[in-house]
């Protein structure tokens, strides 16, 4: 069972406000992943980080950002949320020496009225 | 950049009938395939996994999917399905040496009608 945590788990929010989704995962994995899924599209990758100080944006635009100050912790934000922020975001990490496999987190359902 | 294209988006299956779901990748290099299922209100968990060596890998729930390298195919196949196996599939595939990014199929949901 992979120890990975995202909070909240839902979050209804109205248009402008500002919002931080949490990551965290106990298993000092270096690489750490965000993922926007909406239904019937496939997983697309919005955020990554190799290690502490290091994020890079994947291949879906996304007006997010991220930190990643400690290893265990992998915070989104959004600065101002919109309705086409609408998702749901699922949190994943990876430990290079664990053959590529990566663990996901249980996914945060948000809603931007 | 690589795709994954997996061609069924909904199988509707009774108990005991005999599952395969169409996964193929675009990428000319090597790589590592991954099918992950999702339960219904559940995380993402891996189902099975292919780096190397025999193309006919087993996973856990009496699983397996076989890589044919000369398709571009990872087909995820089961002999004899349950209700329990009603949940989402997903293909995924990361270039082995390079690629530090995973790419997903759009999934298939799976019904399983006792």
């Known amino acids: 069972e992979a120890d990975i945590y995202q909070t909240p788990r839902y979050l209804v929010i109205g248009t402008g406000k500002k919002i931080t989704l949490e990551c965290s995962q106990t298993?000092?994995?270096?690489?750490m992943y965000w993922y926007q899924q909406d239904p019937g599209m496939e997983l697309h990758l919005i955020h990554y980080?190799?290690?502490?100080?290091?994020?890079e944006k994947g291949d879906l635009s996304s007006e997010s950002t991220v930190s990643r100050i400690r290893t265990e912790h992998f915070p989104l934000t959004l600065e101002s949320a919109r309705p086409s922020h609408t998702s749901q975001y699922l949190c994943?990490?990876?430990?290079?020496?664990?053959?590529?496999?990566?663990?996901f987190g249980p996914g945060t359902r948000l809603l931007v009225l | 950049a690589q795709s994954v294209s997996q061609h069924n988006h909904h199988v509707i299956l009774s108990e005991a009938a005999s599952l395969e779901l169409g996964c193929n990748y675009s990428?000319?290099?090597?790589?590592?395939l991954f099918w992950y299922v999702q339960y219904p209100g559940q995380h993402l968990q891996l189902l099975l996994k292919?780096?190397?060596?025999?193309?006919l890998v087993k996973g856990i729930k009496g699983f397996e999917a076989e890589f044919i390298k000369s398709k571009f195919s990872f087909n995820l196949r089961k002999p004899s399905v349950q209700w329990s196996d009603t949940a989402e599939y997903f293909c995924?595939?990361?270039?082995?040496?390079?690629?530090?990014?995973?790419?997903f199929g759009t999934g298939t949901s799976l019904t399983v009608i006792p």
């Open positions: 994943a990490s990876r430990n290079t020496r664990d053959q590529e496999t990566q663990y």
């Open positions: 298993m000092g994995h270096d690489k």
């Open positions: 980080s190799y290690g502490v100080n290091s994020t």
């Open positions: 990428y000319g290099g090597t790589v590592n």
């Open positions: 292919y780096f190397s060596g025999d193309p």
């Open positions: 995924a595939v990361n270039a082995r040496y390079t690629g530090n990014q995973f790419y």
